[in-house]
């Protein structure tokens, strides 16, 4: 599934593939804002009623009990409750285990120490990649969606960018502070540093998203992350291995797993044409062309720049296992990539799997006159090329839907 706009970013990662990210949970990515100094209430995981009551029953008084799913918005669809009680806690803990959130069932919960707010705040780091820097937002109108303080109340939300080169510098946190309009001398030195932090943390982990909403104020003037979003790069996950362990399996759609596991760029979409390219440029011009000539991508899945027959049959593996995808549509450009050498794949595919859906291939550039020729003379009843992309898309949209 493709869960939020952040999945899937515009440019090509280091290796040349689709950036995708890694969303943690909120107590992951408290864990790490707690690791960077960025304060956060005490709290315990939970993955069944009775743990839920010991939780409580360990932190001492009221908790919230929130539901760990990869979604925003589990306020208003009652993923998080208050228990004044250990024996509350089990209660509403079963309440909440096993429910479906827009389609992600609660297994895991956070019981937090309940905290008082008097004031929610937001703040985030992400990228914006128009001028390819950290941007830094924040907003005195905390606790509901940014994207609604952004469209009604546009000027409360406040926009700094992070010059890459330069480094986050203190000003840039007081001018956040200042502009949003924070009084209080305590909470603009509170909130200075966890804008520091945060920043650090992003930079640290190659996040692409730190989120803190709501940033509340306590009665006491403490500043505090009630809730964290937290989504790191993957293509920079090789250099984190601790942070790449925090993936949770279960909760992957299982072709994306299946994908991940054999190191296939991989995203499932709606429609009823598998599509896959080599390249980020070229995968994500074809989603375009399919869409151009009327069909709807199932999916995309993109080969990267090497190409060689094993990849090709782990991405027909992937693709194929989708039961929304009628047809397919291969389209290669070869650079480095050689045609002939994916067109071998194709055919290795065919005799390793049972592919019953049509595939249309359309191979250019390298070795693209040897690999043609070898799948004409293979003969396969499935297979179609095509000489440009346009009739390749054509054709697969057609086949689609036969
Ligand atoms: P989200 O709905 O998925 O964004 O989850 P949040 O963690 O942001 O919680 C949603 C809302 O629940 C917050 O904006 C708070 O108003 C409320 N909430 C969460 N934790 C607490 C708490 O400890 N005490 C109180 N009073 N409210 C809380
Ligand atoms: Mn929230």
């Not at 070869?334 to 794949?345: K, S, Y």
Request: net charge negative; aromatic share 6%; hydrophobic share 45%.
């Amino acid at each position: 599934m493709l869960a939020h706009a952040s999945d899937l970013v515009s440019g090509p990662g280091p290796a040349g593939r689709l950036a995708r990210a890694l969303d943690l949970y909120e107590y992951q990515g408290k864990e790490l804002f707690r690791r960077f100094g960025i304060p956060v209430s005490d709290g315990r995981l939970a993955t069944s009623p009775a743990e839920a009551r010991e939780a409580a029953q360990e932190l001492g008084g009221g908790v919230v009990v929130k539901a760990q799913v990869l979604t925003g918005g589990r306020g208003k669809a009652g993923g998080i409750k208050l228990a004044e009680t250990p024996a509350e806690a089990e209660a509403r803990a079963r309440e909440i285990l096993g429910l479906d959130i827009r389609g992600h069932v609660v297994r895991r919960l956070w019981i937090e120490r309940a905290s008082e707010i008097a004031r929610e705040y937001y703040l985030s780091v992400t990228f914006d990649r128009g001028v390819k820097r950290p941007l830094l937002m924040f907003t005195t109108k905390g606790g509901v969606d940014i994207e609604e303080v952004a469209a009604n109340d546009p000027d409360a939300l406040v926009r700094l960018h992070v010059d890459p080169l330069e480094g986050y510098h203190p000003w840039q946190g007081r001018r956040l502070v200042y502009a949003a309009g924070v009084s209080d001398p305590g909470e603009q030195k509170q909130i200075v540093q966890i804008v520091g932090r945060l920043v650090e943390a992003f930079t640290a982990c190659e996040a692409m998203l730190c989120e803190i909403n709501p940033l509340i104020v306590t009665p006491a003037g403490e500043v505090r992350a009630l809730d964290s979003k937290f989504s790191i790069d993957d293509n920079a996950l090789f250099r984190h291995p601790d942070l790449a362990e925090l993936r949770d399996l279960a909760a992957a759609d299982p072709l994306e797993a299946l994908a991940r596991e054999k190191g296939v760029t991989y995203v499932k979409l709606d429609g009823d044409v598998g599509v896959l390219g080599n390249g980020a440029g070229l995968t994500m011009s074809t989603v375009d062309v399919v869409t151009f000539v009327g069909g709807r991508p199932a999916n995309f899945c993109d080969l990267g720049g090497g190409g060689d027959a094993q990849g090709v049959v782990d991405a027909l593996e992937v693709i194929t296992s989708d039961p929304q995808v009628r047809a397919i549509f291969f389209n290669i450009f070869g650079g480095i990539t050689r045609c002939d050498e994916v067109a071998r794949g194709i055919l290795q595919a065919l005799g390793q799997l049972t592919i019953s859906q049509p595939i249309v291939v359309r191979l250019d550039g390298t070795n693209a006159e040897e690999g043609r020729r070898l799948l004409r003379e293979a003969g396969a009843a499935n297979l179609h090329t095509e000489a440009t992309m346009l009739d390749g898309a054509r054709r697969a949209v057609e086949l689609a839907a036969a």
